[in-house]
């Protein structure tokens, strides 16, 4: 990007009071809102990709917002495309507009809008944006979809065994205690099956109101204690199996974030104030803020990532070479493609681990459930003989 390019951008006018009030930590474009759908990264990622086809076919601006407005279903993007047409009709800039609408356009999106508009090159920003967005959402679609698989089988697997325990266990201890006279002379595995099947059955409620209570106090824990929160990255990051595709997501995320935005024209420090509120894991955005003093003191970027324990060597030689070359966009967007197909890899290698052990744990518990059960009922078959 030429210099004069980034000097324009670097000129940022302040932000909109709409955009103050919501800050630079806001991360999600999904907003529900009251008596309207909710607007999706991939509905704001086609409205982008379209906008950006429109004004390609050099059609001026207000036009294209009327007709992206036209073709939306009722509810709030399109309430928002209405005031976003009024403003730009009335005078505003297209960025200036948007910024007005923090929870549909985040400080990213407008940040590249206005690059595009100082530099002449809307409709490449556009789609630049709308490939980005793209991205970001194959990435969280891709990780969801494995997730749900073995997360759905704990599911099932945990309401079939709480009913077999509340309705079906509870049902042989009068026929083991005629054998038997009584629970203690049981033997172990029986008494902890029907016992725990007893439990259950009395205080089935005290164990969803304690998962309700529990994930309310985590949940109240990261917002209100910062040391909670970055313990909770801290060990997202170094937990086995989901720790390195933890780490690859993120770095990924960051890379082509920064990447887009340099290669947008954007400078180095507001890019990074940028990234910083756009990552939701506390020790990457201390990494960030690193970098970014680092940069503000003239330094580099390689020291402070090397330093962070996130990104490997490879990454920061990588970024090293691009600072010395004046080519850091593109080697942030190389680094970005190789972590993203790193994503996919690390996605199958991990389930396809979790998928045998899921299955282990169900048959360890499923065959002591059987074992607790057949030894009296065998004890039970020679008095009968």
């Given at each position: 990007?030429?210099?004069?390019?980034?000097?324009?951008?670097?000129?940022?006018?302040?932000?909109?009071?709409?955009?103050?009030?919501?800050?630079?930590?806001?991360?999600?474009?999904?907003?529900?809102?009251?008596?309207?759908?909710?607007?999706?990264?991939?509905?704001?990622?086609?409205?982008?990709?379209?906008?950006?086809?429109?004004?390609?076919?050099?059609?001026?601006?207000?036009?294209?917002?009327?007709?992206?407005?036209?073709?939306?279903?009722?509810?709030?993007?399109?309430?928002?495309?209405?005031?976003?047409?009024?403003?730009?009709?009335?005078?505003?800039?297209?960025?200036?507009?948007?910024?007005?609408?923090?929870?549909?356009?985040?400080?990213?999106?407008?940040?590249?809008?206005?690059?595009?508009?100082?530099?002449?090159?809307?409709?490449?920003?556009?789609?630049?944006?709308?490939?980005?967005?793209?991205?970001?959402?194959?990435?969280?679609?891709?990780?969801?979809?494995?997730?749900?698989?073995?997360?759905?089988i704990m599911v099932v697997a945990a309401m079939v065994l709480t009913l077999v325990f509340i309705f079906v266990i509870?049902?042989?201890?009068?026929?083991f205690i005629k054998q038997y006279g009584s629970l203690d002379a049981m033997p172990w595995a029986t008494k902890v099956v029907i016992g725990f099947g007893e439990h259950l059955?009395?205080?089935?409620?005290?164990?969803?109101?304690?998962?309700?209570?529990?994930?309310?106090?985590?949940?109240?824990?990261?917002?209100?204690?910062?040391?909670?929160?970055?313990?909770?990255?801290?060990?997202?990051?170094?937990?086995?199996?989901?720790?390195?595709?933890?780490?690859?997501?993120?770095?990924?995320?960051?890379?082509?974030?920064?990447?887009?935005?340099?290669?947008?024209?954007?400078?180095?420090?507001?890019?990074?104030?940028?990234?910083?509120?756009?990552?939701?894991?506390?020790?990457?955005?201390?990494?960030?803020?690193?970098?970014?003093?680092?940069?503000?003191?003239?330094?580099?970027?390689?020291?402070?990532?090397?330093?962070?324990?996130?990104?490997?060597?490879?990454?920061?030689?990588?970024?090293?070479?691009?600072?010395?070359?004046?080519?850091?966009?593109?080697?942030?967007?190389?680094?970005?493609?190789?972590?993203?197909?790193?994503?996919?890899?690390?996605?199958?290698?991990?389930?396809?681990?979790?998928?045998?052990?899921?299955?282990?744990?169900?048959?360890?518990?499923?065959?002591?459930?059987?074992?607790?059960?057949?030894?009296?009922?065998?004890?039970?078959?020679?008095?009968?003989?």
């Amino acid at each position: 990007m030429p210099r004069k390019l980034q000097r324009k951008v670097g000129a940022r006018r302040p932000q909109s009071p709409a955009a103050d009030a919501t800050g630079p930590e806001k991360k999600s474009v999904r907003a529900p809102l009251l008596g309207g759908k909710r607007v999706t990264t991939r509905m704001l990622s086609e409205f982008t990709s379209q906008l950006g086809v429109l004004l390609d076919a050099g059609i001026p601006v207000t036009r294209c917002l009327h007709v992206l407005k036209g073709q939306m279903p009722p509810g709030q993007m399109s309430r928002t495309l209405a005031t976003v047409v009024d403003d730009v009709e009335g005078g505003t800039s297209l960025s200036e507009a948007m910024e007005k609408h923090p929870r549909v356009f985040d400080r990213l999106y407008t940040n590249m809008v206005h690059a595009g508009e100082a530099g002449g090159v809307q409709e490449e920003i556009l789609n630049r944006l709308a490939g980005f967005m793209e991205n970001a959402e194959s990435i969280k679609s891709r990780v969801r979809g494995a997730l749900a698989y073995p997360i759905a089988i704990m599911v099932v697997a945990a309401m079939v065994l709480t009913l077999v325990f509340i309705f079906v266990i509870p049902k042989f201890k009068d026929i083991f205690i005629k054998q038997y006279g009584s629970l203690d002379a049981m033997p172990w595995a029986t008494k902890v099956v029907i016992g725990f099947g007893e439990h259950l059955q009395g205080f089935w409620w005290a164990w969803f109101l304690g998962v309700g209570l529990v994930y309310g106090l985590h949940r109240l824990l990261l917002a209100k204690i910062s040391g909670y929160r970055r313990g909770r990255d801290r060990a997202l990051i170094r937990i086995p199996l989901f720790g390195p595709l933890i780490n690859k997501t993120l770095v990924a995320r960051f890379s082509r974030t920064f990447g887009t935005l340099i290669q947008s024209g954007v400078p180095h420090l507001e890019a990074l104030e940028i990234v910083e509120g756009s990552v939701a894991n506390v020790q990457l955005t201390a990494a960030v803020r690193r970098i970014h003093s680092s940069i503000r003191e003239g330094a580099g970027i390689a020291v402070p990532m090397g330093e962070s324990g996130i990104f490997d060597d490879v990454v920061v030689n990588m970024v090293d070479v691009g600072e010395q070359t004046g080519e850091l966009d593109r080697m942030l967007t190389k680094i970005a493609d190789r972590f993203e197909i790193e994503v996919d890899r690390t996605v199958d290698t991990t389930f396809k681990v979790i998928e045998p052990i899921l299955l282990v744990l169900m048959a360890v518990v499923v065959g002591f459930i059987v074992y607790a059960l057949f030894v009296p009922l065998l004890k039970i078959m020679e008095s009968l003989q």
